[in-house]
């Protein structure tokens, strides 16, 4: 399969955003988004997307994250080689990103929602650097962010993720496997056992063209595909 991202639904609607975004910023209207979901629809795959196509700042929360290990990693990834106090971190933090005017992606971000400071400090970077930023987390992350009003106001575009339906596996068989064609009816058959996960999917269609290849099959049916296991069985 190829190392790329399929145009689903999700991640056209993401680019669509960002696009959004990014108008904003140059109008000096709010321009913070938000990307939710549940596991496995494609969240990070879109902000990773998003962040490669923008040359951005991609941050990823931990759940053991204090402010301070929040702005040392962010601090890293904008070039600072070595350990210094909050304040001056926030200090280089906020120069970089108004000199390059790169968009900030903060992924995970659930770890980091219920720490108030954090989330002052994200609203001070995006006040004081005025760059787009992307928080990227599950579903009750808007919840929860709302509850810092200041934050939460300065949101312009919420995309919230959603399972995936026959165009989209359509799109991804098409887009990503490149040894045999899958027919309709065992993408159907695929798409019913994920649960419209896009990470099973994903898993699925890359066993589905294994077994094709190692069977010189140019193309596979739910017939020809049998009694199968799309996924790795859990005993």
Not at 214 to 221: D, E, F, L
Request: some cysteine; glycine content about 6%.
């Amino acid at each position: 399969m190829k190392t790329a991202v399929a145009k689903t639904k999700n991640v056209l609607a993401a680019f669509d955003a960002y696009q959004h975004l990014s108008e904003a910023a140059l109008n000096n209207t709010p321009s913070i988004a938000m990307f939710t979901g549940q596991a496995g629809l494609g969240k990070t795959t879109a902000g990773s997307y998003l962040f490669v196509q923008a040359d951005g700042i991609l941050v990823r929360c931990l759940k053991s994250d204090t402010l301070g290990t929040f702005l040392e990693r962010l601090s890293q990834e904008l070039g600072l080689d070595q350990r210094a106090r909050k304040a001056d971190m926030l200090k280089f933090i906020v120069h970089e990103l108004a000199v390059t005017g790169k968009p900030l992606f903060i992924d995970e971000c659930d770890y980091i929602a219920e720490r108030q400071d954090v989330l002052e400090t994200i609203r001070d970077i995006y006040d004081l650097a005025n760059v787009p930023i992307i928080l990227i987390g599950y579903n009750q992350l808007p919840k929860k962010v709302k509850r810092l009003e200041q934050l939460y106001s300065r949101i312009s575009q919420h995309i919230e993720f959603q399972p995936a339906d026959l165009d989209d596996i359509t799109t991804m068989a098409s887009e990503l496997v490149t040894d045999t064609a899958i027919n309709p009816d065992l993408l159907a058959e695929l798409l019913h056992a994920s649960k419209g996960n896009f990470r099973r999917i994903h898993t699925g269609l890359n066993t589905i063209e294994a077994f094709a290849r190692s069977n010189a099959m140019p193309s596979i049916n739910v017939v020809q595909w049998g009694e199968q296991q799309f996924f790795p069985s859990v005993n």
